[in-house]
């Protein structure tokens, strides 16, 4: 039963503190998606790679977000420095795009960063 | 703004009662899919609906789905207290690789 995987699954920190989220794709996906979802903005898209290229990280804060896919099978999500605001759960998802445009996505369970 | 938006935000029935969810959304779409996401967990998908179907069924999860006025719906029938969760319709809007997911309706489900 193929699934995607995220660590660490919860996250305490300090402000300022660089936090690192780390994902495992589904093997054979060639998209993965890191998502933000807060109670008040919902779930928001970060970034996404294709084939393990950045497509688009326009819903990244760029002074402090960074997003890296170092092999197909681990995707990375950086807060450096980390500040209160950040505090959300998030998501990474695989899937496959298809004829030029996506189909499913497979979401991990998340990882619930709480920045003090 | 969301592209798509769920309606009602928030339903509460009993077990062995139908739900209905509904979506709207605002530009073309390549297909919509409809995901449930359990307290606490992380999104699972349900069905894909193509922007050439009308409906589709899963299980006791029906979908339709009207291009010409851009919404959907998603019916549950005989509901149960497990189908309690948040309930996010997504779209894959033509031209694009991404999907964009609504704020969700939450339904409980009572005994």
């Known amino acids: 039963d193929a699934r995607v995987t995220q660590t660490p699954r919860h996250k305490v920190t300090e402000m300022g503190q660089e936090v690192t989220m780390r994902c495992q794709p589904i093997?054979?996906?060639?998209?993965v998606f890191w998502y933000r979802q807060t109670m008040m903005q919902g779930l928001e898209l970060l970034a996404y790679?294709?084939?393990?290229?950045?497509?688009?990280d326009s819903g990244m804060p760029k002074d402090r977000f960074s997003a890296e896919m170092p092999d197909a099978t681990l995707a990375t999500l950086k807060i450096q420095p980390s500040e209160p605001r950040d505090s959300a759960v998030y998501f990474c998802?695989?899937?496959?795009?298809?004829?030029?445009?996506?189909?499913?996505?497979?979401f991990g369970p998340g990882t619930r960063l709480l920045v003090l | 703004s969301q592209q798509g938006e769920e309606d009602p935000q928030a339903l509460s029935i009993q077990e062995g009662e139908n739900a209905t969810m509904n979506c709207s959304y605002k530009?073309?779409?390549?297909?919509l899919q409809w995901y449930r996401q359990n307290s606490g967990r992380g999104l699972v998908h349900l069905i894909l609906?193509?922007?050439?179907?009308r409906e589709k069924h899963s299980g006791r999860l029906r979908v339709t789905l009207d291009t010409s006025k851009k919404s959907s719906s998603l019916l549950i029938t005989a509901s149960r207290a497990a189908d309690t969760a948040s309930y996010f319709c997504?779209?894959?809007?033509?031209?694009?690789?991404?999907?964009?997911f609504g704020k969700g309706t939450m339904l409980l489900v009572s005994p």
């Open positions: 998802a695989s899937g496959l795009r298809l004829a030029g445009y996506q189909e499913t996505q497979y």
């Open positions: 093997l054979g996906h060639n998209t």
């Open positions: 790679f294709r084939n393990r290229a950045p497509l688009d």
């Open positions: 530009t073309s779409i390549n297909n």
């Open positions: 609906i193509r922007s050439n179907e």
């Open positions: 997504a779209t894959a809007l033509a031209g694009y690789s991404t999907l964009t």
